[in-house]
């Protein structure tokens, strides 16, 4: 079973725009992590954020914010104001407690391709 | 901060031959490395686990005599993948962990002809 679901496939928006990229995720264990990546053209996967399951604060990082929802298993991504330099593709990724902990499981990805 | 590194970054060979890709974690000891793969305009999906000093743990459906896994130091994880054909063209990515959160390599890309 998909443990981690991102819906949209590629969103297109205008420069300036706020967009929320959807991340529902599925696990039994009580204790995970959950991450977001960017991943531009070069490959390279670039680390956004990490949020342990405990921990269900949304958070801020300058135009980048998070929310976290337990209730409906969902920790969803959003870019205020978007660049253009925001085009990538974004992964949402789960990785569960105890001897998998290091293993990821990534979701499909979402392309957003932002506008001038 | 924490670093992987994987050489190459790009590697282009004919249909047969094998390919050895070098994952190394450069600031830091990693006792267990991770492969993914990347189809294009896909996911990552996990290949394996390499573990220093034991044999991989290979995930559900991966070929464990096509990809070779090799962690023999602390720093080093390597993946060689044999008799490469067409359908092996791919990202391959590296992951691990210095203790803090897992830190991907930079990828390489592989092409198979």
């Known amino acids: 079973a998909q443990k981690v679901t991102q819906a949209q496939t590629e969103i297109s928006v205008v420069e300036k725009e706020d967009v929320t990229l959807d991340c529902v995720y599925e696990?039994?264990?009580?204790?995970?992590?959950l991450f977001w990546y960017k991943q531009p053209p070069s490959g390279e996967l670039v680390f956004l954020i990490r949020?342990?399951?405990?921990?269900?604060q949304n958070e801020i990082s300058g135009r980048y914010s998070w929310n976290f929802q337990k209730s409906t298993s969902s920790f969803n991504f959003t870019i205020t104001a978007s660049q253009v330099v925001d085009s990538a593709v974004y992964f949402c990724?789960?990785?569960?407690?105890?001897?998998?902990?290091?293993?990821?499981?990534f979701g499909s990805g979402t392309k957003l391709n932002v506008k001038p | 901060g924490a670093v992987v590194s994987q050489h190459p970054s790009r590697v282009i060979c004919k249909s047969g031959t094998s390919v050895k890709i070098e994952c190394r974690s450069l600031?830091?000891?990693?006792?267990?490395m991770f492969w993914y793969r990347q189809f294009p305009k896909q996911s990552l999906m996990l290949m394996a686990t390499?573990?220093?000093?034991?044999?991989?743990?290979?995930e559900q459906g991966v070929e464990k005599d096509k990809f070779l896994i090799n962690h023999a130091s602390l720093t080093l994880s390597t993946l060689t993948v044999t008799s490469a054909h067409p359908e092996d063209s791919s990202f391959y990515i590296c992951?691990?962990?210095?203790?803090?959160?897992?830190?991907f390599g930079p990828g390489t890309r592989l092409t198979v002809l």
């Open positions: 696990t039994r264990d009580t204790t995970y992590y």
């Open positions: 990724a789960l990785s569960e407690a105890g001897v998998n902990f290091n293993k990821f499981y």
């Open positions: 390499s573990n220093e000093g034991s044999k991989a743990t290979y």
């Open positions: 600031d830091f000891q990693a006792t267990t």
């Open positions: 949020r342990n399951s405990f921990d269900e």
């Open positions: 992951s691990a962990d210095p203790g803090l959160s897992q830190y």
